[in-house]
C-alpha cells in the first residue's frame, strides 16, 4: 500500500503568530478549510484549488469556548504544545536561500545551517512561534553561490 505525506498540524494558542510564521517567512499561501468547530487556518504550497497542496494545518485554540475542538481532536493540556515533542523537525524542500536569509534576518531569526554530507543539500533549522522545529532544504549549489557572494 503506497503511501505519501499529506499535512502536518501544529495546535497553537498563537494562531496570528504560527500563520504569519508559515506564510510571511516560509511562503505558503492560506487557502480553503472545512468549516471545523474551532479556528484555524489551512496553508498550502501549491494551487488552493487541491486540498492535497495544504501542507500545513493551523489550528487555533480558542481560550472561551474550546469544546468544537476537543469534541472533534480531543482535549490536549495547552501546556504540553511547546516544541516538537517526539517529532524532531519538519522538513520542506527549498529555493531562493539568499531571500530565505534575509527575510530570517529581517525578523531577527537566527537559523542554524547545516550542509548534508555527499547528499547536495544544504540545510536551514528554525523554529517556529510554538517550537516546532523547521527544516528547509537548499540546492548545494545555492549555497556554493552564497559563499561565492561573500568571498567577492
Same mark, same amino acid.
Given at each position: 500500500?503506497?503511501? +505519501?505525506?499529506?499535512?502536518?498540524?501544529?495546535? *497553537?494558542?498563537?494562531?496570528?503568530?504560527?500563520?504569519?510564521?508559515?506564510?510571511?517567512?516560509?511562503?505558503?499561501?492560506?487557502?480553503?478549510?472545512?468549516?471545523?468547530?474551532?479556528?484555524?487556518?489551512?496553508?498550502?504550497?501549491?494551487?488552493?484549488?487541491?486540498?492535497?497542496?495544504?501542507?500545513?494545518?493551523?489550528?487555533?485554540?480558542?481560550?472561551?469556548? =474550546?469544546?468544537?475542538?476537543?469534541?472533534?481532536? $480531543? &482535549?490536549?493540556?495547552? $501546556?504540553?504544545?511547546?516544541? +516538537?515533542?517526539?517529532?524532531?523537525?519538519?522538513?520542506?524542500?527549498?529555493?531562493?536561500?539568499? $531571500?530565505?536569509?534575509?527575510?530570517?534576518?529581517?525578523? $531577527?531569526?537566527?537559523? =542554524?545551517?547545516? *550542509?548534508?554530507?555527499?547528499?547536495?543539500?544544504?540545510?536551514?533549522?528554525?523554529?517556529?512561534?510554538?517550537?516546532?522545529?523547521? &527544516?528547509?532544504?537548499?540546492?548545494? &549549489? &545555492?549555497?556554493?553561490?552564497?559563499?561565492?557572494?561573500?568571498?567577492?
Amino acid at each position: 500500500m503506497p503511501i +505519501s505525506l499529506n499535512h502536518f498540524s501544529i495546535r *497553537t494558542t498563537d494562531l496570528a503568530a504560527t500563520k504569519a510564521f508559515y506564510v510571511n517567512l516560509l511562503g505558503l499561501q492560506e487557502g480553503p478549510r472545512p468549516a471545523f468547530p474551532f479556528p484555524g487556518y489551512w496553508l498550502y504550497q501549491g494551487p488552493l484549488d487541491a486540498y492535497a497542496n495544504a501542507a500545513v494545518h493551523v489550528i487555533g485554540i480558542d481560550p472561551i469556548e =474550546r469544546s468544537g475542538l476537543d469534541n472533534y481532536l $480531543g &482535549e490536549r493540556d495547552t $501546556g504540553s504544545l511547546k516544541g +516538537s515533542g517526539a517529532v524532531d523537525h519538519v522538513a520542506f524542500f527549498a529555493t531562493d536561500l539568499i $531571500g530565505m536569509l534575509k527575510r530570517l534576518q529581517a525578523a $531577527g531569526i537566527e537559523p =542554524r545551517q547545516r *550542509t548534508v554530507p555527499g547528499v547536495g543539500l544544504h540545510q536551514l533549522f528554525l523554529n517556529d512561534p510554538s517550537g516546532v522545529v523547521v &527544516e528547509l532544504n537548499y540546492p548545494m &549549489e &545555492e549555497k556554493q553561490a552564497l559563499d561565492r557572494q561573500s568571498v567577492a
